[in-house]
């Protein structure tokens, strides 16, 4: 077992979109480095099959996350992958049809399910699932046009946001993340009409689970519904947050970005 003071009883990581443009993949690889765990969660869209199927994207750093994933689970970590909407296509990492040796072995090491049971080190019992599912927008025909709509509209954003942000570390200025800005507005507006996070947490109650551990709406978070455990890893687009659990069977919330390797932005015991 690994015993630097990087070293977690597990990982869980969502939303990283391998495969579009937006994803900090850069940052990501240094991240799965630094850390080391017993269990690495990919809880859901970590290949953006949506858009690869529209445009191949696909640079080295993005088949270097995936090394350093098979890498791990070469290792000895127990990697596990929840489907979320974005990578549903991707039943194993050969459907990528990429031409990477390294991935051979890659679908034979890493466990494939679309929600599991996680007992913590704090004994309590999570619902491990991506979340899209409970998503009410995702559940509709109008919400569906409305989502397409939104990707479409978020794809020419994170345009604008990368543009301005190659133009900041070539000043040197900080990193200004106009995407994330966008959409607090948006998403605070639309969780507040479908509340994605009450309704994860009630059917986690109901099912008899302590909490529930989820990604999709990029938003990381660690909090108390009711008498229910909400935990949201976030994502490898804007916030580049992870959700990590101690040995001493504390949580926290690492913003890699903002924090370099101090992750306490958030807490839970």
Not at 81 to 108: A, C, M, P, Q, T
Not at 154 to 166: E, G
Not at 214 to 242: F, R
Request: include cysteine; charge should be negative.
């Amino acid at each position: 077992m690994v015993t630097s003071s990087h070293s977690y009883k597990s990982i869980f990581i969502s939303d990283t979109h391998l495969g579009s443009r937006g994803a900090q993949a850069h940052h990501l690889n240094n991240f799965l480095k630094e850390f080391n765990c017993e269990n690495l969660f990919l809880v859901g869209d970590i290949i953006d099959g949506w858009r690869l199927e529209r445009n191949h994207y696909w640079p080295q750093s993005h088949s270097e996350s995936l090394i350093e994933i098979n890498k791990k689970a070469i290792e000895g970590t127990n990697v596990q992958y929840l489907i979320g909407n974005h990578d549903e296509s991707v039943k194993k990492f050969s459907d990528l049809g990429l031409n990477i040796s390294e991935l051979d072995s890659l679908s034979e090491n890493v466990t494939f399910e679309t929600q599991l049971d996680y007992v913590g080190v704090d004994g309590k019992k999570y619902l491990v699932c991506h979340g899209d599912m409970f998503d009410t927008l995702m559940n509709s025909n109008t919400g569906r046009w409305v989502m397409f709509l939104g990707t479409t509209s978020y794809d020419t954003l994170l345009y604008v946001h990368t543009s301005i942000n190659y133009i900041t570390r070539k000043l040197n200025l900080p990193y200004i993340n106009v995407t994330g800005f966008a959409k607090r507005r948006a998403k605070a507006a639309c969780n507040m009409l479908l509340k994605f996070e009450t309704i994860l947490s009630q059917h986690a109650s109901e099912k008899k689970y302590d909490g529930v551990i989820c990604g999709h709406i990029h938003n990381p978070e660690i909090k108390k519904i009711n008498d229910t455990v909400y935990m949201n890893s976030g994502d490898w687009v804007e916030n580049c947050s992870a959700l990590l659990e101690n040995h001493d069977g504390s949580w926290e919330i690492l913003n890699w970005r903002k924090s370099h390797r101090k992750p306490k932005t958030s807490t839970y015991n």
